[in-house]
């Protein structure tokens, strides 16, 4: 099986991660999919950011919760990062779909719930990614085990991935009894009787973070379902090699 390959936050080793240069870049490399988190604002949207708090991304502090959509929006998400990314904006969850709708793009919505579980987070996303038929193509994962569950009560059709970075001698059978049917690990997780196992109970396999060549090499010849790297545009060349 070919491993598909999905840019971490974008392409996030060459623009700010989670904004739409980095969405554009990871297209553009033709990377198979796009992985990226989903926080809550104080009005309900559900926004692209990795941290619960502003304060290494944004030009803003505090938690992602305490603001609307509409002064989040103000904020520069780009001046942070080396090169000219300055008045990048943050964008939500419905723009980033809209975006992604007519392209050839896997999806990975990560929810960001396991620090702050935000109420009806799981619906709010499913609705969302429903709205744009993007069911098929979408995987929604987590690594708050309570999510996990709530979502497999939602909904049967769509993907769903248990995260861990947590050695488990039974991760793919919790995973399975969960709900989940797949799994997204730690690189360091990653062995070959996991991935038999994994085979034994359908369950996908993705791996994360893999920006470097060993590492690519291990889940290219085991087979995974996924990895999800910030240079997409490298993991591309060697794949093919
Ligand atoms: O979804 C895979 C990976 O992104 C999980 O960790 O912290 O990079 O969101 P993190
Ligand atoms: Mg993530």
């Not at 990377?31 to 926004?47: C, F, H, S, Y």
Request: aromatic share 12%; net charge positive.
């Amino acid at each position: 099986m070919t491993s598909k390959i999905y840019a971490h936050r974008g392409a996030s080793k060459y623009a700010p991660e989670n904004t739409m240069p980095a969405f554009q870049l990871a297209y553009e490399m033709k990377a198979d999919g796009i992985e990226t988190d989903v926080q809550l604002t104080k009005d309900n949207i559900p926004i692209l950011i990795h941290d619960e708090v502003l304060d290494r991304t944004t030009d803003g502090t505090g938690f992602v919760k305490d603001y609307t959509f509409a002064e989040l929006k103000k904020l520069d998400a780009g001046s942070w990062f080396p090169g000219d990314f300055t008045n990048t904006k943050l964008i939500s969850l419905e723009e980033f779909l809209e975006w992604i709708q007519y392209k050839p793009l896997y999806l990975n919505v990560e929810l960001k719930n396991n620090k702050i579980d935000y109420e009806n987070l799981e619906t709010i996303v499913f609705d969302m990614v429903k709205k744009y038929e993007l069911m098929d193509r979408t995987t929604i994962s987590t690594f708050n085990i309570k999510s996990v569950k709530r979502l497999k009560h939602l909904n049967h059709k769509i993907e769903i991935a248990y995260l861990t970075s947590k050695q488990d001698k039974n991760l793919v059978t919790e995973a399975k009894a969960m709900g989940a049917n797949a799994i997204h690990i730690h690189y360091k997780l990653l062995n070959r009787s996991l991935i038999k196992k994994s085979r034994e109970y359908k369950m996908n396999v993705r791996v994360y973070t893999v920006n470097q060549y060993f590492l690519m090499k291990k889940c290219y010849h085991l087979g995974c379902t996924g990895i999800f790297t910030d240079i997409p545009d490298k993991a591309l060349k060697y794949r093919k090699k």
